[in-house]
Nanobody, 119 residues
Framework: QVQLVESGGGLVQAGGSLRLSCAASGIRFSLNAMGWYRQAPGKQRELVAEVTSGGSTNYADSVRGRFTISRDNTKNLIDLQMNSLRPEDTAVYYC?????????????WGQGTQVTVSS
């Protein structure tokens, strides 16, 4: 059974920092691309940051330079360090694991963790 468990969300003032973590089980972690997505009220879920199985990273333009994603294949963990937070970063943040097959993709999601940035 695949489980992605997020932690680290909360309330922070603008300009502050938070660190999100996602613990994965039930998957071959090192073979999965891992990512963080977020969904604000009334908006679609969007990619925040991702790290491939090979360690390459990709960020949304809105967070590049402020957020850093990292993975630890020995602990089946990914983190998202969020600095210089803004009110527009307020959303539910979801951990994602993605395994690319030849003709299909397996996607797994965590339950989400709330991040609220006050102005």
């Amino acid at each position: 059974q695949v489980q992605l468990v997020e932690s680290g969300g909360g309330l922070v003032q603008a300009g502050g920092s938070l660190r999100l973590s996602c613990a994965a089980s039930g998957i071959r972690f090192s073979l999965n691309a891992m990512g963080w997505y977020r969904q604000a009220p009334g908006k679609q879920r969007e990619l925040v940051a991702e790290v491939t199985s090979g360690g390459s990273t990709n960020y949304a333009d809105s967070v590049r330079g402020r957020f850093t994603i990292s993975r630890d294949n020995t602990k089946n963990l990914i983190d998202l360090q969020m600095n210089s937070l803004r009110p527009e970063d307020t959303a539910v943040y979801y951990c994602n694991a993605r395994y690319f097959r030849v003709a299909d993709t397996d996607d797994y999601w965590g339950q989400g963790t709330q991040v609220t940035v006050s102005s």
